[in-house]
Nanobody
Framework: QVQLVESGGGSVQPGGSLRLACVAS????????MSWYRQAPGEEREFVAL???????NYVDDVKGRFTISRDNAKNTAYLQMDSLSLEDTALYFC?????????WGQGTQVTVSS
């Protein structure tokens, strides 16, 4: 029973911060690349950030310098620290785990940035 459960979403004002968490179970977490994606209404799902098994990272240009992805293998958890949030960051944020051709998705957590 593979599960990815996101948490930490909510409503925040522009310039504020949120920390998302993705708790994994049912597979060998430390052997998977962990990623975050987001999808705004009427738009395509967009890659946001990833972290490899050796903790290398990559980000979409729009969030570089503002977002930080990390992982705690002892807790089977991936995080996305989001700072300096703007209206354009409003979206449903999804956690993804990938090893080779095997991919698992979480159900998403809503992030809403508004004044």
């Amino acid at each position: 029973q593979v599960q990815l459960v996101e948490s930490g979403g909510g409503s925040v004002q522009p310039g504020g911060s949120l920390r998302l968490a993705c708790v994994a179970s049912g597979f060998s977490f430390d052997r998977y690349v962990m990623s975050w994606y987001r999808q705004a209404p009427g738009e395509e799902r967009e890659f946001v950030a990833l972290i490899t098994t050796s903790r290398g990272t990559n980000y979409v240009d729009d969030v570089k310098g503002r977002f930080t992805i990390s992982r705690d293998n002892a807790k089977n958890t991936a995080y996305l620290q989001m700072d300096s949030l703007s209206l354009e960051d409003t979206a449903l944020y999804f956690c993804k785990a990938t090893q080779g051709t095997q991919t698992y998705w979480g159900q998403g957590t809503q992030v809403t940035v508004s004044s």
